[in-house]
């Protein structure tokens, strides 16, 4: 089992930054691929980002160049830098892990892991 723990959600004006973490515990060594989604009021809860073995990396177009996906191994914590927020970018959320590798560009319903949320609120 895999207990993830997210921190860093907050409220901020449009144009700023954040950075999200999420610290695992449990079977932390069998963690191969991590991911970030989040969820909007009304909508589904859809991808982010995500990394997978060593350092590889993945973003929703919506994010590319905004959004940077960072894992610290020895603290089992993985990140997510936001820069150039958006109101579009309001949410909750939530980081998510596997033991195995998943999808490109996933659903979160292939994750068998995830925190609890955290809330990002982006003001005009």
């Known amino acids: 089992q895999v207990q993830l723990a997210e921190s860093g959600g907050g409220l901020v004006q449009a144009g700023g930054s954040l950075r999200l973490s999420c610290v695992a515990s449990g079977r932390t060594s069998s963690i191969y691929d991590m991911g970030w989604f989040r969820q909007a009021p009304g909508k589904a809860r859809e991808f982010v980002a995500r990394m997978w073995a060593l350092s590889a990396s993945r973003y929703a177009d919506s994010v590319k160049g905004r959004f940077t996906i960072s894992r610290d191994n020895a603290k089992n914590t993985v990140y997510l830098q936001m820069n150039s927020l958006k109101p579009e970018d309001t949410a909750v959320y939530y980081c998510?892990?596997?033991?195995?590798?998943?999808?490109?560009?996933?659903?979160?319903?292939?994750?068998?892991?995830w925190g609890q949320g955290t809330q990002v609120t982006v003001s005009s």
């Open positions: 998510a892990a596997d033991f195995r590798q998943i999808s490109d560009r996933p659903y979160s319903y292939e994750y068998t892991y």
